[in-house]
């Protein structure tokens, strides 16, 4: 049972255009949504969270969207560069002593000079 | 600040024989500490967990076990490989009492099984 999904496996973009990461989850006891970023042969470097208190939050280039009522959250990256490329995953948690991480299958981006 | 190793970086193993994958993490205590693996195309499974030295709990039962020495040591092992254990192994860190479970990675063991 797939709980957190990453229907693109793929994702091409220009350079300086907005890249668009999409994650969408299933169980109602996630609250916490994280995005990881991972390069071959690299452990994943964690990008940015946010709680399910908000619908929003920025750091920089990056901004994460939560829609509960829609169960799906996405990433957008804006400008795209070069060194974005790389595979993004999508990972959640219920809290209140959860240690469990539940992460998606990943999204290949590709940013195109 | 805190730095998360792990060892070796990439590993080949002929069926049959054991495994020990070695994590440590610096600069922090009491951390709770965490073995995924990544198969080829896959996302992230949880393997083990450890909120305290000695304390290990299993996700998915298979031929692997872990186990925390120190506090801030975490290893897999496995007395006989198998082909399906082939994969990218990780291993990582959250720092105890945060509320929200922000987990940090370390470089990862590319483990083949021939």
């Known amino acids: 049972d797939q709980q957190v999904k990453q229907n693109s496996p793929s994702l091409s973009v220009q350079e300086g255009r907005i890249s668009i990461l999409n994650c969408d989850y299933t169980?109602?006891?996630?609250?916490?949504f994280l995005w990881y970023k991972k390069y071959p042969a690299e452990g994943p470097t964690f990008l940015i969270s946010?709680?399910?208190?908000?619908d929003k939050n920025e750091d920089g280039r990056f901004t994460v969207f939560l829609n509960k009522s829609a169960k799906h959250l996405s990433l957008h990256i804006v400008p795209s560069q070069p060194g974005d490329s790389a595979v993004y995953f999508c990972?959640?948690?219920?809290?209140?002593?959860?240690?469990?991480?539940?992460f998606g299958t990943g999204t290949r981006l590709t940013i195109i000079p | 600040s805190q730095t998360i190793h792990q060892w070796p970086a990439t590993l080949v193993q002929p069926v049959g024989s054991p495994l020990s994958l070695e994590c440590t993490v610096e600069?922090?205590?009491?951390?709770?500490l965490y073995w995924y693996r990544q198969a080829a195309g896959r996302g992230l499974q949880l393997l083990f967990y450890?909120?305290?030295?000695?304390?290990i709990s299993s996700e998915v039962p298979q031929n692997l076990s872990a186990s925390r020495p120190q506090d801030r040591q975490f290893i897999l092992s496995s007395k006989k490989l198998l082909l399906s254990d082939s994969g990218f192994y990780l291993c990582?860190?959250?720092?105890?009492?945060?509320?929200?479970?922000?987990?940090?990675f370390g470089p990862g063991t590319r483990l083949t099984v021939l």
């Open positions: 990972a959640a948690s219920a809290s209140f002593g959860n240690e469990k991480l539940t």
């Open positions: 946010i709680s399910s208190i908000k």
């Open positions: 450890s909120v305290g030295i000695g304390q």
């Open positions: 169980n109602s006891m996630f609250d916490y």
């Open positions: 990582a860190w959250r720092p105890s009492g945060r509320p929200y479970n922000e987990q940090f």
């Open positions: 600069g922090t205590s009491n951390p709770n």
